[in-house]
């Protein structure tokens, strides 16, 4: 654990963003797992070719707020944890950037387009609220291998 003093709003965003029983967290895990629902339902919708026909510049859009909310959200979560790298190279830390990429890559380099399809994983982000909520009470173990078995639903190796 790092050993540096940690400022005032620094522990707040803490208390926040992973203080599950507090009063903010409990609001912030709602948000997100609002968001994240919204999100995937957008990348479903925008998946059917007559609904992207006639909303796909709105879609479009909505990717895009999506995409900056999480990012401040994983920028927030780094910024905010005394054990960055743990975080960083959790396997939440690692989905919640594989949910991000996606968009900023297609951007930079459209011919990979094809990449968004992984947008998907940010339904594994509700496994992340959820484990920490008592809305589920199962083990890690079981909600490890809902992830695994969600995640390989995602990409078609069931």
């Known amino acids: 654990m790092n050993s540096e003093p940690v400022s ?6 803490y208390e ?17 797992i609002c968001l994240i629902v919204t999100s995937v339902s957008a990348v479903l919708l925008d998946s059917i070719a007559s609904v992207h026909a006639s909303y796909g510049v709105i879609l479009f859009r909505l990717e895009w707020l999506f995409t900056i909310l999480f990012t401040i959200e994983y920028v927030l979560r780094i910024y905010s944890t005394q054990e960055r790298r743990r975080y ?6 690692v989905i919640d950037l594989c949910s991000i990429l996606p968009t ?7 011919a990979a387009g094809y ?3 992984i947008r998907i994983l940010r339904v594994l982000r509700i496994f992340t609220a959820l484990q ?7 083990n890690n173990r ?9 995640l390989r639903g995602i990409i078609g190796n069931n």
């Open 142 to 150: 079981e909600i490890e291998l809902l992830e695994i078995g969600a």
């Open 88 to 93: 960083i190279f959790s396997f939440y830390g």
């Open 115 to 117: 990449l968004l399809v």
């Open 16 to 32: 926040i963003i992973f203080g599950y029983d507090t009063a903010g967290g409990k609001l912030f895990d709602l948000i997100l």
């Open 104 to 110: 900023y890559i297609a951007f930079l380099f459209p």
């Open 132 to 138: 920490r909520k008592e809305l589920i009470t199962v």
């Open 8 to 13: 005032p709003l620094r522990a707040k965003l």
